[in-house]
C-alpha cells in the first residue's frame, strides 16, 4: 500500500495553474526525491500534501485514506523548509512555542 498517493492534483492560483494533474505514489520506506527548476511547483505539490493549500481538484491520500480536505493538524504531515520561517518579533521561545498553541 503507498503510504503517500497524489492522485491527478491540479492547483490553480487565480488565473495561473501551478499544479496540471500531478501525480505520484510514495511507499512506506521508500526514500523519494522530488526535483525540478525554480517555479516549478514542488514546494505548491508539498504544500498541497501536508495540508498548507487546498488542490484545486485531484485527491490526496496517506495509508489509503483520503486526507485532501483534512485540516493541517490532522494530517500528521510536516515540512521543513529551505529558510527559515522564523518570526523575527519572537523570541526563540515564542517561535517554538507557537506551533504547540
Given at each position: 500500500m503507498d503510504a503517500i498517493h497524489a492522485d491527478s492534483i491540479i492547483k490553480d492560483f487565480g488565473e495561473v495553474r501551478a499544479l496540471d494533474?500531478?501525480?505520484?505514489?510514495?511507499?512506506?520506506g521508500e526514500l523519494f526525491f522530488l526535483l525540478g527548476g525554480s517555479g516549478c511547483g514542488k514546494t505548491t505539490l508539498l504544500r498541497c500534501i501536508a495540508g498548507l493549500e487546498e488542490p484545486t481538484s485531484g485527491q490526496i491520500?496517506?495509508?489509503?485514506?483520503?486526507?485532501t480536505v483534512l485540516p493541517t493538524h490532522k494530517r500528521e504531515a510536516a515540512m521543513v523548509f529551505q529558510s527559515y520561517a522564523?518570526?523575527?518579533?519572537?523570541?526563540?521561545?515564542?517561535?517554538?512555542?507557537?506551533?504547540?498553541?
Amino acid at each position: 500500500m503507498d503510504a503517500i498517493h497524489a492522485d491527478s492534483i491540479i492547483k490553480d492560483f487565480g488565473e495561473v495553474r501551478a499544479l496540471d494533474g500531478v501525480s505520484l505514489r510514495v511507499e512506506a520506506g521508500e526514500l523519494f526525491f522530488l526535483l525540478g527548476g525554480s517555479g516549478c511547483g514542488k514546494t505548491t505539490l508539498l504544500r498541497c500534501i501536508a495540508g498548507l493549500e487546498e488542490p484545486t481538484s485531484g485527491q490526496i491520500f496517506f495509508d489509503g485514506e483520503d486526507v485532501t480536505v483534512l485540516p493541517t493538524h490532522k494530517r500528521e504531515a510536516a515540512m521543513v523548509f529551505q529558510s527559515y520561517a522564523l518570526w523575527p518579533h519572537m523570541t526563540v521561545g515564542q517561535n517554538i512555542g507557537f506551533g504547540l498553541e
